[in-house]
């Protein structure tokens, strides 16, 4: 397995250099926890986030599936915390300042932003992703956008 390799200056190249190697990456012939685990390495490896990972939809609640970071709650209600709320509303939620979002669930003290991406598959979804970082207003529309894509690889 090759490392991965970014060439870009800023997010955006990040991402644009990022996103082939991720897609690269992704084996059909293994289950989705296998390509969850290698997307979230690569996404937190990159970037350098607090906590990078994936809820999956289990019956009426999101499970813990694979991450990069430190431990992390195992399970969260539909609608409930960011992760929750995003799986309810099917779509992505960017949260600059998690003090601000009513019933975000800390798993971590030093978690300060926020965004949920979910993943969607014959338009049912079947997880989300979740990233964490340890400063304010990390996230923005523009990974919004690339990490939309980036789930759709899955
Ligand atoms: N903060 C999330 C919970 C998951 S952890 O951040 C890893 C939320 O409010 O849903």
């Known amino acids: ?5 970014i060439t870009g200056n800023n997010k955006t190249e990040n991402y644009e250099s990022l996103l082939p190697q991720i897609q690269a ?6 289950d989705l926890i296998a390509n969850m685990a290698n997307m979230a390495a690569m ?4 970037f350098g986030f607090w906590w990078t990972g994936f809820y999956r939809v289990v019956g009426n609640e999101l499970v813990l599936g ?4 430190p431990l992390a709650c195992t399970r969260i209600p539909y609608g ?3 992760c929750g709320s995003a799986w309810k509303e099917r779509r992505t939620l960017v949260v600059p300042d998690v003090e601000q979002f009513p019933g975000h669930i800390a798993c971590s003290s030093a978690s300060r932003s926020e965004i949920v991406v979910p993943v969607f598959q014959n338009g049912e979804i079947i997880a989300v992703l979740d990233i964490d970082s340890e400063h304010l207003a990390t996230f923005d529309s523009t990974d919004a956008t690339y990490l939309e894509k980036v789930v759709s690889f899955l």
């Open 1 to 5: 397995m090759e490392n991965i390799t």
């Open 25 to 30: 990456v992704m084996d059909t012939n293994v």
């Open 43 to 46: 996404l937190h490896e990159t």
């Open 66 to 69: 694979p991450f990069q970071g």
């Open 80 to 82: 409930r915390g960011v």
